[in-house]
């Protein structure tokens, strides 16, 4: 029989459930930093992805702050309201993806041990509703921070850290060993920054072809950013796009940086506005 594992800030044994990828946070001095890094007062409203056990909800509550916990287990937000009384605290028994954040007003601090495999749906939605938000403070998987983080030229480099690095400034804290969790991951974490920009990085007319651009462009690593782009750009065009958009055709995607991702979508913009086609 199945005994489930300890949970101190609940006082309880608890049977995680796999498919929501439940690893609680356990580690009390890391909830103190990481509620800390959020420079908490009690004007603001901190949006808490995952309440989890409880464990970093209350140091939250200890800065004064709203909370808004949203957890998707059924079972902790019960123990959740039983444990945690506060009039600053409510606790949405929701899935995050779904959760409207309208309802809070803006400037809004968010703060969550993500699911790894949500990692991605996750920093979608935050993009999308940025507009909403000051602060966001993730632990992630170690290597998808690495990826939000990395600069142009390495082997973390990625789509993902072009499009993060657009519309946020991404900062490391600390890293997390898997003792930090229960259950114990298999891999390490860190704990991200994630500072909204007031507008994207650089210019980009359309986001859209932006984003297509560059997903296009890590989508064939190991081949030319023009090879890369085959079948994208407009035929006998691609020589004069990339004149235009001062980008050496010849460099492979994972070199560019998100200066020259921006002259390249330009430039492509510029072009397809002339020809009006669909893309």
């Not at 959020?38 to 409880?54: K, M, N, R, Y």
């Not at 290597?143 to 490391?172: C, H, M, T, W």
């Not at 704990?191 to 980009?204: C, F, Q």
Request: net charge positive; glycine share 6%.
């Amino acid at each position: 029989m199945r005994r489930g594992i300890l949970l101190p800030s609940l006082g309880l044994r608890f049977l995680p459930k796999k498919s929501l990828g439940q690893n609680f946070l356990v580690n009390q001095v890391a909830a103190q930093k990481i509620a800390q890094s959020l420079q908490l007062s009690p004007q603001d409203v901190v949006v808490e992805i995952g309440s989890g056990s409880g464990v970093l909800t209350k140091e939250l509550l200890g800065y004064g702050a709203q909370v808004i916990g949203v957890e998707i287990d059924q079972r902790l937000c019960q123990i959740l309201r039983e444990n945690l009384k506060s009039e600053r605290l409510f606790i949405f028994c929701e899935d995050f993806l779904r959760f409207d954040l309208t309802r809070w007003g803006e400037d809004l601090k968010l703060v969550g041990n993500i699911p790894y495999h949500l990692t991605s749906p996750i920093i979608e939605k935050l993009i999308n509703e940025r507009e909403r938000i000051k602060l966001i403070i993730l632990t992630l998987q170690k290597e998808v921070a690495k990826r939000v983080n990395a600069p142009p030229g390495g082997k973390d480099y990625s789509s993902l850290s072009v499009i993060s690095q657009l519309y946020f400034s991404p900062y490391k804290l600390f890293d997390l060993s898997p003792s930090s969790f229960r259950p114990r991951p298999k891999v390490e974490a860190t704990v991200l920054g994630l500072k909204v920009r007031e507008s994207p990085a650089v210019s980009i007319p359309d986001e859209v072809l932006f984003r297509k651009v560059v997903k296009k462009a890590f989508g064939k690593r190991r081949k030319t950013i023009k090879n890369a782009l085959k079948g994208f750009l407009p035929q006998g065009s691609e020589d004069e796009i990339f004149s235009r958009a001062r980008v050496n055709p010849s460099l492979r995607g994972e070199v560019l940086g998100l200066e020259d991702f921006s002259r390249l979508s330009i430039a492509l913009w510029e072009h397809f506005r002339k020809a009006r086609p669909k893309y």
